[in-house]
Nanobody, 127 residues
Framework: QVQLVESGGGLVQAGGSLRLSCAAS????????MAWFRQAPGKEREFVAA????????YYADSVKGRFTISKDNAKNTVYLQMNSLKPEDTAVYYC????????????????????WGQGTQVTVSS
């Protein structure tokens, strides 16, 4: 089993920044990719960003490109999401996810491709 624990959420004003962390533990951790998704009230869970564990390739949703940066620390089995220039529409619960099978660039953005999920961390951006 794999456990994913997110942290770093909170309340921030529009234009501010937050950094989310996702610490992975459990079986020897060698995922293919890690990702962040988010879910706002009344909306579907949507893709935010992904990173491949070995090569470090990154992928972003158009809505966050240029503002958010996903990164990883292999030694710590931790993935980060640096969020800058936050907007009220970024308000959501942010979830970390891990996938263990190779995925295409399309499937990396698909919720059902991921095997394990964290419990989520709330991000609230005030206007």
């Amino acid at each position: 089993q794999v456990q994913l624990v997110e942290s770093g959420g909170g309340l921030v004003q529009a234009g501010g920044s937050l950094r989310l962390s996702c610490a992975a533990s459990g079986r020897t951790f060698s995922s293919y990719a890690m990702a962040w998704f988010r879910q706002a009230p009344g909306k579907e869970r949507e893709f935010v960003a992904a990173i491949t564990w070995s090569g470090g390739s990154t992928y972003y949703a158009d809505s966050v490109k240029g503002r958010f940066t996903i990164s990883k620390d292999n030694a710590k089995n931790t993935v980060y999401l640096q969020m800058n220039s936050l907007k009220p529409e970024d308000t959501a619960v942010y979830y970390c996810a891990a996938a263990f099978a190779p995925l295409s660039t399309i499937l990396l953005r698909t919720r059902r491709s991921y095997d394990y999920w964290g419990q989520g961390t709330q991000v609230t951006v005030s206007s």
